[in-house]
C-alpha cells in the first residue's frame, strides 16, 4: 500500500472509530454506563492515536487524497492535519472528563454514545475530500450537538437553547446545500482537488452567490451576529458538551471558509462583509462578556468574540492566520471549560473590587497607542514581515497595536518596572503572533491561497472602517474603566449584561414558532 493511500485511510479510521465504538457499545452490546463511558473514552484516545499517525505520514511524505466514491473519500493536507490532531486531543481529553463528571447520570450511556457520534462527525467534516462528505459531517454536528444539548430536557432553557440552535443550523444547511449544488453546476464536480483548478474558468458573477451562501452557512455555525444567541443559552448541558462544542464544533464555519478559501479569494467581493460581520460580531461578544458575572456564560461571549476575530481573519484573506486563531482557540477554550469549577473555587469571597483607573487624558491614549503600533512596528520589521504582500496584516497589525496600547495603561502607574515588563509580554505576544501565522502559511501551503493572489476589493475604505471601529471600542473601553459608577458606565453594564436583548427576542420568536411542553414551560 502507498503511503498517501495509508495515511488517507488513517485519517478516515481517526474519524470512524469513535463513532462506531460509541454506536456498538452502547446500542448493539448494551453495556452498562461505566462499560459504554470507558470504551467511548478508549474509542477517542484511538481516534487521538490514528490522527498522530496521520500527522506523521504527512510529514513524511506530503499531501494525500483518496476517492472510495462519489461521495467518501479523504484528503490529508496541513489543514486537515492541523485540525485533526486539534479535535482528536480535545476530544480524548473531554472523554476522559466526561467519565467522572456524569458518574452516576442515568443517561450516562446515552450521553457517552451521543458525544461520540458528534466527535466523529466533526472528524467527517475535517477529513473530507468533497463537498457532499462535507456537509454529510456538516449536518451530522448539528444533529449529534442537538442531542448533547437535550441531555437534560426537563430543563426548560436546555430546551428553548436546543430548538433555537436547531432552527439556525437548518437555515445554515439550506444555504450550503444551495451552494454545493451551485457549485456542482457550474463545476460537474463535488471533489476538491477538481473544483479549485476550475475556478480560473468561472467568472466573479457566478462564484459571488456561491461564496456568499458559504458565508452566511458558517456564520450560523460559528455564532456569527446576528446568528450567536444560542450559544450563551447552550449553557444548561453539561460542561464536556460546552468544553467539546465551544472548542471544536463551533470552528466548523471558520475550518469551511479556510478549506473553501481559493473559492472566496476567486471571488473576493464576499470577504469585505466577512470582514465587517466579524469585526461587528467580535466587538459585541467582547463587550458583553465584560459584562457577565457568571464563569461559563463569560466563556460563551469571549467564543463569540474570538469566532469573530477569526471571522474578520478570513475577510482579510489572512487564512493563515485564522487557522492558527482557531487551533490555540480550541485547546485554550477547551481547557477553560474543563477548569471552570476550579475556576469558581478559588474565587475569594469578600474580596475588594478593584479600584477604577484613573482617567487617562487625550495625549496619554495618543501615547499610548503611539507606544502600541511601535512596539507592534518594531517586531514586524526584525522578523521581516511585508505588509504590502499582504493587504489585510495591517489591519491585524493595527488591532494588535490597540490590544498593546490597553496593556500598557493597565500597568502605567504601577511604576517603570511593570511598566516594562508589560512592553517585554506585548513585544512577545507579537513575536508570537507574526510567527505562528509564518509557520501556519508553511503548514498550510497548498491548501489556502497566498494573500498576493487575493485582490483587494474595497481593503482600503473597510480597513480604515475596521481600524476606527476597534479604535471607538478602545476609548469607550477606557472611558468605562475611569468612571464604572457614571450613569452611561451603569447604563452599558445593564445592557451588556443582558447580550442586547437579541436573545430574548428570537427566544420569544422561537417559542412561537416551536411551543414548549406546558409542563415545562410552566415551571419557566
Known sequence: MEATTASALTALAAASVPGLAGHVASRILGLDAQAAREVTAASALAALGLALATVALHALHGPASLALGPFLGAQVDGLSSAMLLTVTAIGAAVARYTVRYLDGDPEQAR??????????????????????????????????????????????????????????????????????????????????????????????????????????????????????????????????????????????????????????????????????????????????????????????????????????????????????????????????????????????????????????????????????????????????????????????????????????????????????SSAAIAAAVAVAYFGGVALFEHVLAGAIPSAATIPPVGWGAAGLVLVALFGIAFAVQQRLAADPSSPFARSAYVHASQGFYLGTIQNRLVERLWALPRTEGASR
Not at 426548560?156 to 454545493?180: C, H, N, T
Not at 455555525?221 to 448541558?237: C, I, N, R, V, Y
Not at 478559501?261 to 461587528?280: F, N, Q, R
Not at 459584562?291 to 456564560?297: E, Y
Request: net charge positive; aromatic share 6%.
Open 111 to 420: 450521553f457517552c454514545r451521543w458525544l461520540a457520534y458528534t466527535l466523529s462527525a466533526v472528524l467527517v467534516l475535517i477529513v473530507s475530500n468533497n463537498l457532499a462528505m462535507l456537509l454529510l459531517g456538516w449536518i451530522g454536528t448539528s444533529h449529534g450537538l442537538h442531542r448533547l444539548l437535550t441531555h437534560r430536557r426537563e430543563r426548560p432553557a436546555a430546551l428553548l437553547a436546543a430548538r433555537k440552535k436547531f432552527l439556525i443550523s437548518r437555515l445554515g444547511d439550506v444555504m450550503l446545500l444551495v451552494a454545493f449544488a451551485l457549485v456542482a453546476l457550474r463545476f460537474g464536480s463535488l471533489e476538491f482537488a477538481e473544483i479549485f483548478p476550475r475556478l480560473g474558468g468561472a467568472s466573479q458573477a457566478e462564484l459571488f452567490p456561491i461564496a456568499l451562501l458559504l458565508v452566511l452557512g458558517a456564520m450560523t455555525k460559528s455564532a456569527q451576529f446576528p446568528f450567536h444567541t444560542w450559544l450563551p443559552d447552550s449553557l444548561e448541558t453539561p460542561t464536556p458538551v460546552s468544553a467539546l462544542m465551544h472548542a471544536g464544533v463551533i470552528n466548523a464555519g471558520g475550518f469551511l471558509l479556510i478549506r473553501m478559501s481559493p473559492l472566496l479569494a476567486a471571488a473576493p467581493g464576499v470577504l469585505v462583509p466577512l470582514a465587517l460581520g466579524g469585526a461587528v460580531t467580535a466587538l459585541l461578544g467582547s463587550v458583553a462578556m465584560l459584562a457577565q458575572s457568571d464563569v461559563k456564560r463569560k466563556y460563551a461571549y469571549s467564543t463569540v468574540a474570538q469566532m469573530g476575530f477569526m471571522m474578520l481573519q478570513c475577510g482579510l484573506g489572512a487564512f493563515a492566520a485564522a487557522a492558527l486563531h482557531m487551533v490555540g482557540h480550541a485547546f485554550y477554550k477547551a481547557h477553560a471549560f474543563l477548569a471552570s469549577g476550579s475556576v469558581v473555587a478559588t474565587e475569594v469571597p469578600g474580596a475588594a473590587p478593584r479600584a477604577a483607573a484613573r482617567r487617562v487624558g487625550p495625549l496619554g491614549l495618543a501615547l499610548a497607542v503611539a507606544a502600541g503600533v511601535a512596539v507592534v512596528a518594531a517586531v514586524a520589521t526584525l522578523l521581516g514581515v511585508e505588509p504590502a504582500a499582504k493587504p489585510g496584516l495591517p489591519v491585524l497589525g493595527a488591532i494588535l497595536a490597540l490590544a498593546t496600547a490597553q496593556l500598557l495603561l493597565t500597568n502605567a502607574e504601577a511604576g517603570l518596572r511593570p511598566l516594562a
